[in-house]
């Protein structure tokens, strides 16, 4: 075991899994010369070369469809978006193109790529650094997307995605890159893709968040069974497609309340799929309304405001005194 | 003042065959066997195409963008590649993709709808069908990266028209190519129609070829509808992509003889007096004409490729006709592997729903269907609650896989063509 925060668990796997495959080939805006702009890619080039770790022209799209044509001819690409709040640069080639390559040619051409991206507030960034972008790609069928919270899963869902065989976006949660350092294994292993992970048990109530929003809830959840005597599970989703649904029905059936907590705009989003599936699947285990903390709809605001459009403990604690309050 | 015409890039196009058939420059190094070859490609090409309009009026097929007046700049730049070389072509490529050993019959399920109908047969190196305009050029561009990574000298081709030259994609796509020196050609049909918009309104640059300035690559306009001359500028650029000299633009300067697509009215945007003028320089006829003075072709010979064309489209219509077009059951497994469990719970869903639907039409089929109306499919389920289709128990109580449905049989393995167009090209 070695200690490792998020970016470090990160390099580790790349570095990992270049020795390992002469088919992956790193590229993207300054990931090269610079390491990456938050040092995620650091050491790559001088370790493989400037063939394997690429700096390419600034171009999102380009980079996506460079990927696009390599995964399709055998090559392992991860590429870098330097931040997620740029992938609209580049999203026909990820939505209608990386997305959809298996159904259009009935499964002949499968794109076995990785997008990477750093989203997420509270870091005081310029306009379109901090949004999370997840819920437009639960609705892009043909994508997978995870979302680690933690330096374990960091490593292990990267060593997953990019063995795997369709394209899986990988988005880093920018406020945790270097949180805590948590002990990693040195050696090779995955996370499963598509198994979310029950962090904390509880019988009261379900809390279901994912990525920067992990530690604050199991900050609000231990504080609260101290406190108040309510006992919350909290589930880290890690993957957001495909969804882990059989371990959320599980432990909603069991607690009977729900609650999502995601950084991304509320409206239409991913707290809105999960919300509606137990609607469908759960409900009558249910004691009360689900509800969602999340960004509000309005575009991702500026620094002098975020921390109070951002689910904070204040307003997690007041969802979950609405929902108990349904005795 | 630095602003002077000769600071402007030059603007000439390369012809060997003039519009009456003529012989102009060096002829490229083609067999007389290899020249006869492509012209039954060109026919054959053609010939397709007027029976594909019909076949959509029928209604036996969807959807068509027709390719007539352009089939010189697609038999030939094809003609210059290796079967190991890739290419991507949009939707009015289909003989740059035969030439390169696309069955005909795939095409035909393409545009019939079937559930199979993109899948690209091993060995065939094209990526599938693009329609979003010039998204395949980031493809080939990728595709033409991955070739100088593993270094096994394969070219890779981005086919696109005058419309696609003003999309960022094109841009993005040359710009990387150039930068990392990747063998790729961009392949410009200049049709002179994007849909109902001119090429004058597509680019203000006097030609598309120009563009490679830009770029510092090499980039020539060439008459696109002189078979001669597009194989020889396409024959030199393959090279120097495969020398690793880095990519090239070509412009192919062409017509679209009919409609955007079959649902397309040119008569709104162009007159019959503007088609007249590219009629008159119809790549087939003028290859003929050269063909028929070298002695290759006369009348009787040019019947029997027209009828050999036709008789081979006969049988790939018949062959695509005769096969399953498959099932929606079957989708659900195209769209990541392995099939995680939400799609295989909507897939579940509709089984039950295409063998209720097939229990109903038997029923219908057989007279009298006791309870089973036309709710059955989601009225069985009404006991558990639930929106019927995800209820589980009670739902369609004899599943029987329908015939036609998940239980059809499976489409024959499409590597095993057997429909091609005239020989391959002789090498």
């Known amino acids: ?327 | 003042m630095w602003i002077r015409p000769e600071n402007q890039p030059p603007v000439e196009m390369f012809q060997l065959l003039d519009e009456s058939g003529q012989l102009h420059g060096e002829m490229p190094n083609l067999t007389d066997e290899q020249l006869l070859d492509m012209y039954q490609w060109m026919v054959f090409a053609r010939t397709y195409d007027e029976r594909a309009i019909r076949l959509q009026r029928q209604g036996r097929i969807g959807t068509y963008a027709p390719f007539s007046g352009q089939e010189a700049a697609q038999v030939a730049s094809a003609y210059a590649l290796e079967k190991t070389d890739w290419v991507f072509p949009s939707y009015r490529e289909l003989p740059v993709v035969w030439v390169h050993g696309m069955p005909l019959k795939q095409s035909l399920l393409y545009t019939m709808g079937s559930v199979q109908g993109g899948a690209v047969p091993e060995g065939v190196h094209s990526f599938p069908v693009q329609i979003i305009i010039a998204a395949q050029t980031l493809h080939a561009m990728g595709s033409a990266w991955a070739s100088q990574y593993l270094g096994d000298g394969s070219v890779s081709v981005a086919y696109l028209g005058d419309g696609a030259t003003s999309q960022g994609d094109f841009h993005e796509a040359m710009n990387f190519a150039s930068v990392f020196k990747l063998p790729a050609i961009f392949f410009v049909q200049n049709n002179q129609w994007a849909i109902s918009v001119p090429r004058n309104r597509q680019a203000a640059s006097r030609t598309l070829a120009q563009k490679a300035v830009a770029y510092d690559i090499p980039g020539i306009q060439v008459d696109g509808n002189d078979i001669l001359g597009v194989y020889s500028v396409m024959q030199e650029a393959v090279q120097h992509a495969r020398s690793g000299s880095g990519p090239v633009l070509i412009e192919a300067v062409t017509y679209r003889h009919g409609p955007h697509t079959t649902s397309d009215d040119p008569t709104r945007y162009r007159t019959p007096d503007d088609v007249q003028v590219w009629m008159e320089r119809d790549p087939i006829t003028r290859f003929a004409r050269f063909l028929t003075d070298r002695g290759l072709l006369d009348d009787a010979k040019d019947a029997a490729i027209r009828e050999s064309a036709a008789a081979k489209i006969a049988d790939a219509v018949d062959a695509a006709e005769a096969e399953a077009k498959g099932s929606l059951v079957e989708i659900f497994d195209l769209v990541y592997a392995p099939t995680p469990p939400h799609l295989e719970k909507q897939q579940a869903e509709v089984s039950q729903v295409l063998a209720a639907k097939a229990q109903m039409a038997a029923g219908a089929a057989g007279g009298a269907m006791g309870g089973v109306g036309a709710t059955g499919a989601t009225g069985a389920t009404g006991a558990t609650g639930a929106t019927g289709v995800t209820g589980g128990p009670g739902a369609a109580p004899t599943s029987q896989p329908a015939p036609g449905n998940g239980a059809a049989p499976q489409a024959a393995p499409h590597g095993t063509p057997t429909q091609s167009g005239p020989q391959g090209k002789g090498e």
């Open chain 1, 1 to 327: 075991m070695a200690m490792m925060n998020i970016i470090e668990a990160i390099n580790d796997a790349l570095k990992m899994e270049m020795a390992r495959d002469e088919r992956v080939i790193v590229f993207g805006e300054d990931v090269g010369r610079a390491g990456g702009v938050f040092r995620a890619t650091d050491g790559l080039q001088a370790a493989f070369g400037e063939r394997r770790v690429v700096d390419t022209p600034l171009a999102e799209s380009a980079i996506i469809g460079a990927a696009v044509g390599m995964a399709a001819r055998g090559l392992r690409p991860v590429a870098e978006i330097q931040f997620l709040g740029f992938i609209y640069e580049a999203m026909d080639q990820l939505a209608s193109q990386a997305a959809r390559m298996r159904f259009r040619s009935a499964g002949t051409v499968t794109l076995p790529m990785v997008v990477r991206a750093p989203y997420g507030g509270g870091v005081r960034t310029p306009e379109l650094h901090s949004d999370s972008l997840e819920g437009i790609f639960l609705h892009s069928p043909g994508l997978k997307v995870v979302m680690p919270s933690n330096p374990y899963d960091a490593k292990g869902l990267l060593l997953a995605a990019i063995r795997d065989p369709d394209p899986v976006l990988y988005f880093e949660p920018m406020k945790l890159y270097r949180y805590r350092k948590d002990e990693v294994p040195e050696g090779d292993y995955t996370v499963e893709i598509g198994k979310a992970n029950v962090v904390v048990e509880g019988t009261d109530l379900t809390l279901i968040t994912w990525g920067p929003t992990v530690p604050l809830s199991v900050g609000v959840a231990q504080k609260f069974a101290a406190e108040h005597g309510v006992s919350i599970e909290v589930i880290d989703l890690r993957t957001i497609v495909p969804l882990d649904v059989e371990t959320i029905l599980a432990s909603v059936s069991k607690t009977g309340r729900a609650l999502i907590v995601h950084e991304a705009v509320k409206g239409g989003g991913v707290g809105a799929e999960i919300s509606a599936l137990i609607s469908e699947q759960a409900l009558f285990s249910l004691e009360a309304p689900v509800l969602r903390v999340a960004g509000y709809d309005t575009p991702y605001p500026v620094g002098a405001v975020e921390d109070d459009w951002l689910p904070n403990a204040t307003r997690i604690a007041g969802a979950i005194q609405e929902i108990m309050s349904y005795a």
